[in-house]
């Protein structure tokens, strides 16, 4: 079962409620998703740590539930 677009804003909102978060279902499928997230929390972080943390927001669902993600982060 793919991953609701809602549950992945949740738990990204969760993570960084100050956040402003895009989300979009690229194939129309539930399944690939492209995501950008701004928040100050990146602020001075490389990419990798920046989307290491959002990885870690999705709580173990990347490669599970969530097949596809194509991410872009940014400090605000």
Same mark, same amino acid.
């Given at each position: 079962?793919?991953?609701?677009?809602?549950? !992945?804003?949740?738990?990204?909102?969760?993570?960084? &409620?100050? $956040?402003? !978060?895009?989300?979009?279902?690229?194939? @129309?499928? @539930?399944?690939?998703?492209?995501?950008?997230? !701004?928040? &100050?929390?990146?602020?001075?972080?490389?990419? !990798?740590?920046?989307?290491?943390?959002?990885?870690?927001?999705?709580?173990?669902?990347?490669?599970?539930?969530?097949?596809?993600?194509?991410?872009?982060?940014?400090? $605000?």
């Amino acid at each position: 079962m793919a991953m609701q677009a809602d549950e !992945i804003e949740e738990l990204v909102k969760t993570a960084f &409620p100050d $956040a402003q !978060i895009k989300l979009v279902d690229l194939a @129309g499928d @539930g399944d690939h998703y492209q995501l950008t997230v !701004i928040s &100050p929390q990146f602020a001075g972080k490389s990419r !990798i740590a920046q989307h290491q943390m959002v990885y870690a927001a999705l709580q173990g669902n990347m490669g599970g539930k969530l097949h596809a993600l194509a991410l872009k982060t940014a400090a $605000a």
